[in-house]
Structures are given as structure tokens and as C-alpha cells.
């Protein structure tokens, strides 16, 4: 505890710096529903920006490295974040479906505090896993329970209701795949790399054949 206390407390400028060793920076306006979850706290070089909003906290079980999130996002029901992943300005992640068959589209029916507390609720959450390297353009709203895949690509303005596969690129109202960023061999390389869980030196010195993927992952390998 009094770790985590000395994180929270080393502030820079407008952020709070959250990991000494391997800074994260965490924007003092963002909020969350209780302290800070330790998945977050363990990220090595992340950046959580001006008034980001992490919902049912607890649910965030994982949490990588190296991700960067925009401001005004509204993360909820999201079980796991990635390593390299960038979340645009204004996204909203994990947002609930409301019941269109039952007599009411309501959630207080099911919330015992409201006198209600119908079982079996069609609203029970459904958590929303988001992958590595996975980019997330602004105004974007991804729907509970929604896989978005390592590599994948949302467009700005996009509204996701299913999963995406890796490396694909989705777009519109509702997302649909718009082309893949790499040829087949080439995701699959990619894939069974896993460079995103390589030592950082392997990839500084990799980096100058970011353009060749192929290569790149040859450069790891060694």
C-alpha cells in the first residue's frame, strides 16, 4: 500500500506519475470508480490523458505496456488492454446493449436498490477484450463483449458490435472490414511472433526495418 501511495503522489505538471521505475503517467483529472487497479499501476511507459474514464474498475484485469490513451475516453466492462494499443480522443469502450424484446429497454428492473431485481437479467455485462497494437481512431464506441484482435485498425466515428479479426480495418455504423493492413503470410508472421511481448532492446535495435515486416521479424528473432 505504501507503494502504491509513493506512485500516486510523484506528480509532473498536470499528470501523476504512477511508476517510478518505468514511467506511467496518468492525468490528475481522469477518474476511477475507486483506486487506481493495479494492472495500471504495473504498466511500464503508458500514458492516460485529460479526463479519461475507467468504469466498473475491477473488471480491468489486464493492462500492457506502452499503450496510450486519449482524452475524454470512457473505458468500461473491458477485461484486458494490450501492450501498443492507441485509444483516440472521445472513444467509448465496453458500453452496454439495452434489452429490445422484454416490456421495458429500462436497466432499473434489474437493480435490487430500485425495488425491482428481475433475475436473470438481458443486460448481464459481457467484458470487452482489446488485443495488442490495436488502434482505435476518435468518436469511436466499441459495444461490450466486442474482441478487437491484435493488429486491428477501428476507424474515427465507427461504432463496433462485433469482433474484429487481426489486422483488419473496420469502418462505419456498423463496422465493417474494409481491407486487411498485411497480406496473409505477413499476418501470420506477425502473429506468431509476438513482438509485442519482446525485450525493448530487441526492438530499438529492430526498428529501422519497421517498414518490413518480414524482416523485422527476422531482426527479433536473432
Same mark, same amino acid.
Given at each position: 500500500? @505504501?507503494?502504491?501511495?509513493?506512485? &500516486?503522489?510523484?506528480?509532473?505538471?498536470?499528470?501523476?506519475?504512477?511508476?517510478?521505475?518505468?514511467?506511467? &503517467?496518468?492525468?490528475?483529472?481522469?477518474?476511477?470508480?475507486?483506486?487506481?487497479?493495479?494492472?495500471?499501476?504495473?504498466?511500464?511507459?503508458?500514458?492516460?490523458?485529460?479526463?479519461?474514464?475507467?468504469?466498473?474498475?475491477?473488471?480491468?484485469?489486464?493492462?500492457?505496456?506502452?499503450?496510450?490513451?486519449?482524452?475524454?475516453?470512457?473505458?468500461?466492462?473491458?477485461?484486458?488492454?494490450?501492450?501498443?494499443?492507441?485509444?483516440?480522443?472521445?472513444?467509448?469502450?465496453?458500453?452496454?446493449?439495452?434489452?429490445?424484446?422484454?416490456?421495458?429497454?429500462?436497466?432499473?428492473?434489474?437493480?435490487?436498490?430500485?425495488?425491482?431485481?428481475?433475475?436473470?437479467?438481458?443486460?448481464?455485462?459481457?467484458?470487452?477484450?482489446?488485443?495488442?497494437?490495436? @488502434?482505435?481512431?476518435?468518436?469511436?464506441?466499441?459495444?461490450?463483449?466486442?474482441?478487437?484482435?491484435?493488429?486491428?485498425?477501428?476507424?474515427?466515428?465507427?461504432?463496433?458490435?462485433?469482433?474484429?479479426?487481426?489486422?483488419?480495418?473496420?469502418?462505419?455504423?456498423?463496422?465493417?472490414?474494409?481491407?486487411?493492413?498485411?497480406?496473409?503470410?505477413? &499476418?501470420?508472421?506477425? @502473429?506468431?511472433?509476438?513482438?509485442?511481448?519482446?525485450?525493448?532492446?530487441?526492438?530499438?535495435?529492430?526498428?529501422?526495418?519497421?517498414?518490413?515486416?518480414?524482416?523485422?521479424?527476422?531482426?527479433?528473432?536473432?
Amino acid at each position: 500500500m @505504501l507503494e502504491k501511495l509513493l506512485r &500516486i503522489k510523484s506528480a509532473i505538471g498536470s499528470f501523476i506519475r504512477v511508476n517510478l521505475v518505468y514511467p506511467t &503517467i496518468i492525468d490528475k483529472s481522469s477518474k476511477f470508480y475507486s483506486v487506481i487497479p493495479d494492472s495500471i499501476l504495473k504498466s511500464k511507459y503508458s500514458t492516460i490523458c485529460t479526463g479519461v474514464q475507467f468504469l466498473s474498475w475491477g473488471a480491468l484485469e489486464h493492462f500492457g505496456n506502452f499503450n496510450f490513451i486519449g482524452d475524454r475516453a470512457i473505458i468500461d466492462h473491458c477485461k484486458s488492454i494490450g501492450s501498443y494499443c492507441s485509444i483516440s480522443m472521445d472513444v467509448k469502450i465496453g458500453l452496454r446493449n439495452h434489452s429490445l424484446d422484454t416490456v421495458s429497454s429500462s436497466p432499473f428492473f434489474y437493480r435490487k436498490s430500485k425495488g425491482f431485481g428481475i433475475k436473470n437479467s438481458p443486460m448481464e455485462s459481457r467484458a470487452t477484450i482489446i488485443e495488442h497494437d490495436v @488502434l482505435i481512431s476518435a468518436n469511436t464506441i466499441v459495444l461490450e463483449g466486442v474482441k478487437l484482435s491484435t493488429g486491428c485498425v477501428v476507424a474515427a466515428g465507427a461504432v463496433v458490435v462485433s469482433d474484429v479479426p487481426p489486422y483488419a480495418i473496420v469502418g462505419g455504423v456498423p463496422a465493417k472490414i474494409l481491407k486487411y493492413r498485411f497480406s496473409e503470410e505477413i &499476418i501470420d508472421a506477425l @502473429l506468431s511472433s509476438e513482438w509485442w511481448n519482446c525485450d525493448l532492446d530487441k526492438i530499438k535495435n529492430a526498428s529501422s526495418l519497421f517498414n518490413d515486416p518480414l524482416k523485422f521479424i527476422e531482426e527479433i528473432k536473432n
